[in-house]
């Protein structure tokens, strides 16, 4: 009976995490399709996917009989680093492409992660260093200029949104309800977006397919696909979540290859292998060994 159960638990894990992983990617996917041929503008698809994923969010909690959201321990801290991560990641998505974007934030979320442990007072050993220097050095040979390098205004809004990423996560480490404390944030983050439509107002620009991606990536693909990488994280520890998570570049460029005609280059293969080899590096080296 034990041993079903744990290869029941075991066979979940794998799915849920599967499908979290195909949603993080296709949030990435969504969002190009979005905004490359001007379907919807960047404040208005940010907007409507914040606003429909707070819905979901608020949906699913009164569904999982959870009376908590008033005790939820969200912030207005944390719905600003949510803010920060959506909106940069619209905008940049303007002009980088899908595989570029994911490896970028991805790359910046795992980069700000680690600054936060060295901040803390951890110590890097020499194959630490190795890592990082690795990566850092991959994000370098990207922004070279040549024909298939990504712009600079759009790398670095997708950096300003796997640092709001990052640390919103790093705030979300301890949460006891994710689920509502992930609502909360949601809701929390709409009076941002009104400020954000109060200054964009005459410059909105929106249509069927725009909507309807948009409508896509706050429900699917954020709200739910966020609750079921929540399930997954209970049959994953830190280290598993960290490494898996290094898959979604690789996914999410295969989605632009196949959904919006995007072409891998070499230089994106190349400076793939360095970023998430030397992430890769770093959080294999927190494996405690056997003694």
């Known amino acids: ?28 996917v969504i969002c190009r399709l979005a905004l490359k041929d001007g379907a919807i503008d960047p404040g208005m698809f940010t907007s409507i996917r914040l606003v429909s994923g707070a819905t979901i969010l608020i949906v699913l909690v009164f569904l999982s009989k959870d009376r908590r959201l008033e005790k939820s321990k969200g912030s207005w801290t944390s719905a600003g680093m949510l803010f920060l991560y959506a909106t940069a990641f619209s905008y ?64 670095v809004l997708m950096t300003l949104s796997g640092i709001g990423w990052g640390v919103y996560s790093l705030r979300g480490k301890n949460s006891k309800h994710p689920l509502v404390d992930t609502a909360y944030n949601f809701l929390r983050s709409l009076p941002f977006l009104i400020l954000l439509l109060y200054f964009l107002a005459q410059e909105s620009n929106y249509s069927t397919k725009g ?3 948009a409508l896509l990536s706050g429900i699917v693909t954020s709200g739910i696909g966020y609750t079921i990488w929540y399930a997954a994280l209970k049959g994953l520890n830190s280290i598993q979540a960290s490494i898996v998570q290094l898959l979604v570049p690789v ?23 360095m970023i998430l080899g030397g992430i890769l590096l770093l959080i294999l080296k927190k494996i405690p060994t056997k003694k």
């Open 1 to 28: 009976m034990a041993q079903d159960q744990k290869r029941t638990s075991f066979i979940k894990t794998i799915v849920y995490t599967t499908l979290a992983l195909i949603a993080f990617a296709a949030n990435s």
């Open 92 to 155: 940049a998505y303007v002009s980088l492409e899908t595989g570029i974007g994911a490896l970028i934030i991805f790359g910046t979320v795992q980069i700000t992660m680690i600054a936060s442990s060295l901040i803390a007072g951890y110590r890097m050993n020499n194959m630490e260093w190795i890592g990082i220097l690795l990566a850092l050095g991959g994000f370098l040979y990207l922004l070279l200029p040549g024909a298939s390098a990504p712009s600079l205004g759009g790398f």
């Open 211 to 213: 909507i309807l991606l």
């Open 251 to 273: 996914i999410a460029a295969i989605g632009g290859v196949v959904f919006i005609g995007e072409l891998i280059s070499l230089r994106l293969m190349a400076s793939s292998l």
